[in-house]
């Protein structure tokens, strides 16, 4: 599903904690157009849980995530 995905914009937080991969999100889906998708790279767990909800509440499409090595791709779609 996420394997076909291609990303407008990727952003990478690997090494960073939370909050600064959500708020690093925040920021670079500000300057992205409806319809592109961004994908994010983090290695703090709780990413997996931030990012999905904040989707949720800010009307952006969650795409869904895959785990790589050390890290996870998330993908969101900007409303």
Request: with cysteine; net charge positive; proline share 6%.
């Amino acid at each position: 599903m996420v394997e076909n995905i291609t990303p407008d914009e990727t952003l990478d937080c690997r090494g960073l904690s939370c909050p600064m991969p959500l708020l690093k999100t925040k920021k670079a889906i500000k300057g992205m157009k409806s319809g592109q998708v961004i994908e994010i790279f983090s290695s703090d767990p709780g990413t997996k849980n931030d990012l999905p909800g904040f989707a949720r509440k800010s009307g952006h499409e969650y795409l869904g995530e895959k785990d790589d090595e050390g890290f996870t791709r998330f993908y969101i779609k900007v409303k």
